[in-house]
């Protein structure tokens, strides 16, 4: 039997009712035109057998800055010295709350002038899986815990179908601090952001991470491949801090299948492919699940 028909083989029927509650949370109430018989069918096929070994991510380039004025001594939010400043602090952190700390006091992204609060992070630190999303919306900005506006219900009830919650993961976000009117952050903020998210990920320790969107994968995996060529493929992603690479998998960002549920099925693979590396590696599932 090869990968894909072992795979196809394993799905439990505890899975096809979970698919079939998923479908029914997502107000999905009619059967129409694709093919059934691919329904629930993992797409394993399509996780290269050996896991791909990314090159060390290059930093991303901060946009120009739009008034090159010089201020002696002064470190600018978003300058080349702010993003060398997030970098000594973070690795001066040796626990999550000392991070969490030193990122409050932070004055090098913008972002913090417009944002009600910090958003760090949510969830169980000692949990087995980290989701990283891109940046905190209105109701992120204003309970200040990332993922608890639209998105965040339907990221909850992704975790839901294959038995996770807020215990059994940990979440945060690339940036910290929304940007206003949700547009998304640019490349300074997300330079300036990143050495702090990349040592969040190396104290939180994670078996398995998740990109959870186009943004975070490109920020945290260095890839120009879109999220629709990634979503549900493995990659190895090493941290200097990490005795190991993480197996990193970007998924679609809620918001996008809000917007897109035709996209569903694919969710649905991307789950399974999740849900089966988790059990290869013992994380743990809710206690109920
Ligand atoms: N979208 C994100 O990427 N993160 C949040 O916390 C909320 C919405």
Redesign the pocket.
Known sequence: MDRFSESAAAVQPAEIIALLRWYQDAGVDEAIGDDPGALGRPRVAAVPSAPVQMAPPQPVQPEPRPSPRPQAAAVLPGSDAATGDARRIAAGCSTLEELAAALAAFDGCGLKATATQM?FADGNPDADIMIV?????A??DRLG?????Q??KLLDRMLAAIGLDRSTVY????VNWRPPG?RQPNAAEIAISLPFIERHIALMQPKILLC??G??AAALLATREGITRIHGRWFERAFPDLPAPVPTMPIY???FILRQPGMKRDVWRDLLVLKHRMIELGCAFKSDA
């Not at 815990?145 to 506006?149: A, I, S, T």
């Not at 979440?171 to 690339?174: F, K, P, R």
């Open positions: 958003v999303g891109e940046a905190p919306g109701e992120e815990k990332p993922f608890v506006g998105s965040g979440i945060s976000n690339i949700n959870a969107g943004t975070s960002h809620p918001a």
